[in-house]
């Protein structure tokens, strides 16, 4: 039972370009969520996406957008890359169907974003 | 508000019992988790529990729940070198009747296992 799986691991960029980061979720789930790690601090919530559609987004600028396919994959892109984008970029999933009540949610082991 | 807070630091020896502390403040949280993160590694769901219990034991770990004082706990028994690693606390913030949205996570204790 694969879990979950992020792609890159380690992706070196400079400022001004823009990154898509790439997650599938694991077997059986179909939510996908996205959180921002910085170094020392835990993670901060992104965005989510269920049905194809994002379904809540924490405080983050529109530079960060995202996707989810048909198959609950999910991709993260960044725009406009500054430094203080520089993070592990973590992506979580969960089981969120109607008439489940909470499933927790399970990560990835995130992709490295560095920015010069 | 939204806001969860954890001491940043343990050291305990090997064998010892850990007890890692979190207070939360979002009175809607309902599920509350821990999580385990090691170097380089991601999130690695420990356990959870929902609000209206007061305790729950899984092997080595024990949550406890003050709903009153916002206030949970994570006792790690008999704690080896392996458990070296940060913990976070973490609320889910509820979106509508059926469905669960962010987590929004403490800064995380680190814990340092000495032999």
């Known amino acids: 039972d694969a879990g979950v799986t992020q792609s890159p691991t380690h992706l070196i960029k400079t400022r001004g370009q823009q990154v898509t980061l790439r997650c599938s979720p694991k077997?059986?789930?179909?939510?996908v969520s996205w959180y921002q790690q910085a170094l020392g601090q835990g993670p901060q919530f992104i965005f989510q996406y269920y049905e194809e559609e994002e379904r809540q987004r924490g405080n983050f600028p529109d530079r960060f957008s995202g996707h989810q396919y048909p198959n609950y994959s999910s991709e993260l892109n960044v725009n406009a890359l500054l430094l203080g984008d520089s993070a592990l970029y973590l992506c979580a999933s969960s089981l969120a169907r109607r008439g489940y009540s909470n499933q927790p949610q399970h990560f990835g082991d995130g992709t490295r974003l560095s920015i010069l | 508000g939204e806001d969860v807070e954890q001491s940043l630091f343990l050291s305990v020896r090997e064998g010892d019992s850990s007890v890692i502390n979190c207070t939360y403040t979002d009175s809607s949280s309902t599920y509350l988790y821990w999580y385990k993160q090691e170097p380089g590694a991601g999130l690695q769901l420990l356990t959870y529990?929902?609000?209206?219990?007061d305790m729950k034991q899984d092997q080595r770990l024990t949550v406890l729940l003050n709903k009153k004082d916002k206030h949970l706990s994570l006792r790690i028994a008999d704690t080896q070198t392996g458990d070296s690693a940060i913990y976070f606390c973490?609320?889910?913030?509820?979106?509508?009747?059926?469905?669960?949205?962010?987590?929004?996570f403490g800064a995380g204790t680190q814990v340092v296992v000495t032999p």
């Open positions: 529990i929902f609000s209206n219990m």
């Open positions: 973490a609320e889910s913030i509820k979106m509508t009747t059926d469905s669960w949205g962010k987590l929004q």
């Open positions: 077997s059986g789930h179909d939510t």
